[in-house]
């Protein structure tokens, strides 16, 4: 069984920065090295937005506009993990933030990021930038 762990959040002020993990178990080293995992949000009141995603085959990695030069996606594959390392943290970052995993099939497309292709999500870790 495929399970995510997201950890790392906290309380921040605003231009701080946080590190947030995810660790996948259930899937051996070499399965792990075919997937895209991705970082996924969602505020108070509001929809679950994307983040970042990173292919952990080759390490394509996608970012929304609202973070793009802030926070940097990398993949740990000898741990079977992914990080999120969020730098210059703005009060509108504020969110409860969830990891996810889809399993790469020959054709799919990891330029792009959607949370409707994700198969597996762990329960989400809470993020509060204080302005």
């Known amino acids: 069984e495929v399970q995510l762990q997201a950890s790392g959040g906290g309380l921040v002020q605003a231009g701080g920065s946080l590190r947030l993990s995810c660790r996948v178990s259930g899937l051996t080293v070499n399965v792990f090295a075919d997937y895209q995992i991705g970082w996924f949000r969602q505020a108070p009141g509001k929809g679950r937005e994307v983040v970042s995603c990173?292919?952990?085959?080759?390490?394509?990695?996608v970012y929304a506009e609202s973070v793009k030069g802030r926070f940097t996606i990398s993949s740990d594959n000898p741990r079977n993990t992914v990080h999120l390392q969020m730098n210059r943290l703005k009060p509108e970052d504020t969110a409860v933030y969830y990891c996810?995993?889809?399993?790469?099939?020959?054709?799919?497309?990891?330029?792009?990021?959607?949370?409707?292709?994700?198969?597996?999500w762990g329960k989400g870790t809470l993020v509060t930038v204080s302005s």
């Open positions: 996810a995993a889809v399993e790469r099939t020959p054709y799919y497309d990891d330029t792009e990021c959607r949370y409707s292709d994700m198969e597996e």
């Open positions: 990173i292919s952990t085959s080759d390490g394509t990695t």
